[in-house]
């Protein structure tokens, strides 16, 4: 999909020229439309004034008195000429053609017949326009180019108006780019607009939440790192300590065995004491790490011998819902790995006499519900956030697309209760 090459501003300062255009050209189709109607009107009142000083019957004698009757030609009957033309001609070079077809009355407006009585040829009297059309031509020439002044000093007040309310988009554009390419030492100023200082507030907060995840993954994974490389020198000490010396052991005893007959006996039983010891050893780091059982017989199974192994001194009561197997399906190693985590949490910190867990399916929701409780020493949230095993429990809920709640206070003990959604992931 490609990206619109028009910016904002360039919309808004076209769409406000258009606007003024559009202002001007009606202007300037009102002003010719009222000049027309001034010069109509200037004629007509010459026209009337020239009627009532001839009076009902006319004569001759009085044409004299209409020279002052301005704008006012008189001719007798049949002696007319082409008004329009002589107009244009005495119109020419001062005004432009265009304007004079606009505001030019018509013929039959612009003259009056009158009957001069008998033997004396009729009167006609013809509006003469042109010093009318020519004061109409000049004040609209004033008027529109005024408005014309006007529109140009509007539109660029709004162009620099518009440039300067809309510069603050340009350093929020240059701000998600640099988002986006993962720095989050952007800070945003404030700005004058309340409208653009809140998406600047929302960037700054956003920078924020994202540099501090930053640090808080690279924490994460330099901590899932260390875990690696302990867990790795932890199978090695494991490999020397007891497999090594162990086969070691072996070796010696059977070398024993091979030159003293008599000690034959006591060395194979001592060879199947260190062999039962290997058994013992390597049974314990499968167990660590993964539960045979789980793959085997299931989840609950594998709860349940969990619970039964479990080396403290508290007593568990343990609920499970027989329908989990069916349901957790390839997940089941992070919900053993929860209780695991909170049992071995248990065992370290909260000092309990007695636990509770409870993992079954919330038939009305369709979600899995899973309730850790004991009666420990209980602790502060806030303050053990940052403890290596709350935050493997947290992280492997949210794997689940579920939400976790722990309740605790000091002396009162913790609660820990997750709820997982069902479809989401089995």
Excluded at 55 to 84: F, Y
Excluded at 211 to 225: E, F
Excluded at 333 to 349: C, D, F
Excluded at 377 to 401: D, Q, T
Aim: contains cysteine; proline residues 4%; charged residues 20%.
């Amino acid at each position: 999909m490609s990206k619109p090459t028009i910016s904002l501003r360039f919309r808004l300062n076209l769409i406000i020229t258009f606007v003024c255009f559009v202002a001007l050209l009606l202007g300037s189709i009102i002003t010719v439309i009222n000049a027309r109607q001034s010069v109509f009107e200037e004629v007509s009142s010459s026209l009337m004034l020239a009627q009532k000083l001839l009076g009902e019957k006319p004569n001759h004698h009085q044409l004299p008195t209409l020279n002052k009757v301005r704008h006012l030609n008189i001719t007798l009957a049949g002696d007319q000429q082409d008004e329009n033309s002589r107009l244009d001609a005495s119109l020419q070079g001062e005004v432009p053609q265009l304007f004079i077809s606009f505001v030019r009355p018509s013929l039959e407006q612009l003259s009056l017949g009158l009957e001069a009585g008998k033997n004396n040829p009729s009167i006609r009297l013809i509006a003469d326009p042109s010093d009318e059309i020519k004061e109409a031509w000049q004040e609209s020439l004033i008027f529109i180019s005024l408005l014309l002044l006007l529109t140009l000093l509007i539109s660029s007040c709004v162009f620099i108006v518009i440039g300067r309310a809309l510069k603050p988009v340009d350093d929020i554009l240059q701000a998600f780019v640099e988002i986006e390419d993962g720095d989050y030492s952007k800070h945003l100023p404030t700005f004058n607009l309340p409208e653009f200082n809140n998406i600047a507030d929302g960037i700054n907060h956003l920078s924020e939440n994202l540099s501090a995840s930053k640090v808080k993954n690279q924490q994460l994974s330099k901590q899932s790192l260390d875990i690696r490389e302990n867990e790795r020198r932890y199978l090695a000490r494991e490999l020397h300590d007891e497999m090594g010396q162990s086969l070691s052991a072996i070796k010696a005893l059977s070398v024993s065995a091979k030159t003293n007959e008599g000690a034959r006996s006591q060395s194979l039983t001592e060879i199947e004491n260190i062999c039962d010891h290997l058994f013992h050893v390597v049974r314990n780091r499968m167990q660590q790490l993964t539960p045979p059982l789980l793959s085997d017989f299931g989840l609950s199974t594998a709860i349940e011998e969990l619970v039964d192994q479990w080396p403290g001194s508290s007593h568990i009561t343990l609920t499970l819902d027989s329908s989990l197997d069916a349901l957790v399906q390839n997940n089941a190693i992070h919900y053993y790995r929860i209780i695991q985590e909170s049992l071995t949490n248990i065992l370290n910190h909260a000092q309990a006499n007695n636990v509770w867990i409870t993992l079954n399916k919330i038939s009305n929701d369709g979600a899995i519900s899973l309730l850790i409780k004991d009666n420990g020493i209980g602790f502060n949230p806030s303050e053990a956030a940052s403890g290596r095993g709350l935050i493997n429990i947290k992280e492997r809920v949210e794997s689940l697309g579920g939400t976790l709640e722990i309740d605790s206070l000091q002396g009162t003990g913790c609660q820990l209760s997750a709820i997982f959604p069902i479809n989401q992931h089995e």
